[in-house]
């Protein structure tokens, strides 16, 4: 059992030396934990930046947000997933513009933080993890339309 083992371990490391199989290592870890983050979120805020200012700077938590919008209902958590459907996921981006902060939160804990970039494209979003190794791109219409679901009062 042990030897068993032992093979496989050794098998797994010389796999993952490859860059390919690195890269596809990589994508299911920031899947997993992305899905994992949207799963055990309670609530997400999504923060609104003026893009004059934001436009100048990549750390948007230093501005005061312009509006504050946060889901009200479970419902509002999973329809949020729904964005994702068909999305790009990138890897590392360089200096995106960032116009709003997304926080997913359980409760009163703060799981985990993405930014949005609006400016970039036409009819996309670029929806990125705060350290910019991964990001995903989103149709711009869908975001609007979240946007907009739990902006209603």
Do not use: A
Not at 26 to 31: G, K, R
Not at 74 to 94: L, R
Not at 118 to 124: D, M, V
Not at 126 to 132: A, L, N, T, V, W
């Amino acid at each position: 059992m042990k030897n068993i083992f032992l093979i496989i371990l050794f098998s797994i490391l010389i796999i993952s030396c490859e860059k390919k199989t690195q890269t596809v290592i990589n994508n299911i870890w920031d899947n997993i934990s992305f899905n994992n983050t949207l799963s055990n979120s309670t609530q997400i805020i999504i923060k609104v930046y003026d893009s004059t200012l934001t436009n100048k700077r990549i750390n948007v938590e230093s501005y005061t947000p312009v509006k504050e919008l946060k889901t009200v209902i479970k419902k509002q958590v999973e329809n949020f997933e729904t964005i994702f459907i068909k999305s790009e996921k990138t890897g590392y981006c360089c200096c995106p513009k960032s116009t709003y902060s997304i926080h997913f939160r359980n409760q009163k804990e703060e799981l985990d933080f993405f930014y949005v970039d609006t400016l970039e494209f036409k009819n996309k979003i670029r929806i990125f993890e705060k350290s910019y190794q991964y990001s995903y791109i989103i149709e711009k219409q869908k975001w609007k339309n979240f946007i907009n679901e739990i902006d209603e009062k």
